[in-house]
Nanobody, 126 residues
Framework: VQLVESGGGSVQAGGSLRLSCAASGYMYSRYCMGWFRQAPGKEREGVVSVNTISGSTYYADSVKGRFTISRDTRKNTVYLQMNNLKPEDTAMYYC????????????????????WGQGTQVTVSS
């Protein structure tokens, strides 16, 4: 599975960005897609996940109510709509995938994900 992120950029606090993650190559029949982020000097953290078949989602508390994940199964693409961005959202954002045997993807640990994109930078200024 190859993953390519796009849509990062620089915005002021309160602004919005929409990230995309396009998957290609060998596709699992069912998988979890996740968005992760890593700020300088910090560990990579999970932001949100989605099950590509059921559509079930899990959000980190820090982004609930501000970020929304969606998917287009025909395009094998996952989107992350980020609203009301804050300076603490500044980070490199990565999408990742892992095959799933069920309908839920509650584990936001980056350690379990096996396929990763190259990342896209998001910078939020105050």
């Amino acid at each position: 599975v190859q993953l390519v992120e796009s849509g990062g950029g620089s915005v002021q606090a309160g602004g919005s960005l929409r990230l995309s993650c396009a998957a290609s190559g060998y596709m699992y029949s069912r998988y979890c897609m996740g968005w992760f982020r890593q700020a300088p000097g910090k560990e990579r953290e999970g932001v949100v996940s989605v099950n590509t078949i059921s559509g079930s989602t899990y959000y980190a508390d820090s982004v609930k109510g501000r970020f929304t994940i969606s998917r287009d199964t025909r395009k094998n693409t996952v989107y992350l709509q980020m609203n009301n961005l804050k300076p603490e959202d500044t980070a490199m954002y990565y999408c990742a995938a892992i095959p799933s045997s069920g309908n839920y993807c509650p584990n936001l640990s980056p350690l379990i994900y096996v396929n990763w994109g190259q990342g896209t930078q998001v910078t939020v200024s105050s």
